[in-house]
Structures are given as C-alpha cells and as structure tokens.
C-alpha cells in the first residue's frame, strides 16, 4: 500500500503541517507554540504508523497528552473528541474532596449546567468548591468564605495560572 492511501495519512499529514507550514490555519496553535513532531515520525510516516497503530475506531483521532509537548510516542495517543475536550488549554480543573475534573465533567457528574458552574466562578473567583459544586441554590450566594483559599486550578488560553 502506497503511503498516500493508508487510513492514518491524512492524519499524520496534518499533524506536520500545523506543526511547521506557517501558512497553515492552525499553526499559531501548534509550530507557533513550539509544538514539534519528533525526528522518528518527521522522517518516516511508517514509523509514525508502527508507533501509533491503527485508530480504535473512527470516532478517535490523534491527541497529545501533555499539550504543551509535542507529538511523539511517548506524548501521543488515540482519544475521543470528548476525551480530547477534556485537554483544551482553555480547560478549567475544579479539586474537591481529592478528586481533581475539569468544570464540565463535574457538570456532568452533579447535573449543573457548565455555564451556571462558569457564572459561579465569575462572580466569585474565591468560591470554595463545596458552594461552586453545591446544588443547593441558598449556598450560592455567599460572597467569600471566610478569608480560607482554595485551590482552583484555571487553563486559560493566554494566561495560564493556578489560584491558591
């Protein structure tokens, strides 16, 4: 099979473009950044394809695990889009009672909207994550918490920072 025809071309082909075609559209998100397709898989798409293995299925595609990291064997795998939202730079991380979600997977788990959790954090960047994730609406209304700082993990697009 001609390297052109294999399932995993496209994909791989894309990954090499955003990574180092200035004219690409998305290059700013990824050589604009640094992100860098390691020699292996630069030289040889067959290597690219022995590392990887075939996708899962259709719905998965390529992803990197640390997404400040480039593509390489070691940072890359097959996700879902879901699995792969959750990796956004833009991601927000809410810790409570040692378990660490993004704001839309707590979404998911206590049935309130992500955009009621985004108001909340909004209107009170201190809240503590027992009033954010409480689905008691009385409790949500409370300012700050007495002065007591919580840790709230935030990935925003240009300002990366962690509030403690």
């Not at 979600?101 to 985004?118: A, C, F, N, V």
């Amino acid at each position: 099979m001609k390297k052109n025809e294999h399932p995993l071309y496209h994909c791989y082909w894309n990954m090499i473009r955003r990574c180092n075609e200035e004219q690409h559209y998305n290059y700013k998100n990824y050589g604009g950044r640094g992100i860098k397709v390691c020699e292996r898989w630069m030289s040889d798409f067959w290597n690219f394809v022995e590392d990887m293995g075939e996708k899962p299925s259709k719905a998965h595609s390529l992803d990197r695990i640390d997404n400040d990291g480039g593509y390489s064997p070691d940072n890359c795998k097959w996700s879902t889009s879901k699995e792969q939202n959750n990796n956004r730079r833009s991601r927000i991380y809410i810790t409570h009672n040692d378990k660490t979600q993004s704001l839309s997977e707590w979404s998911r788990e206590t049935g309130i909207k992500t955009g009621t959790l985004r108001a909340r954090l909004s209107r009170n960047p201190n809240i503590s994550p027992d009033d954010l994730l409480s689905t008691d609406l009385s409790s949500n209304n409370t300012k700050y918490n007495s002065g007591k700082k919580y840790k709230l993990t935030y990935y925003k697009e240009r300002d990366r920072r962690i509030k403690k």
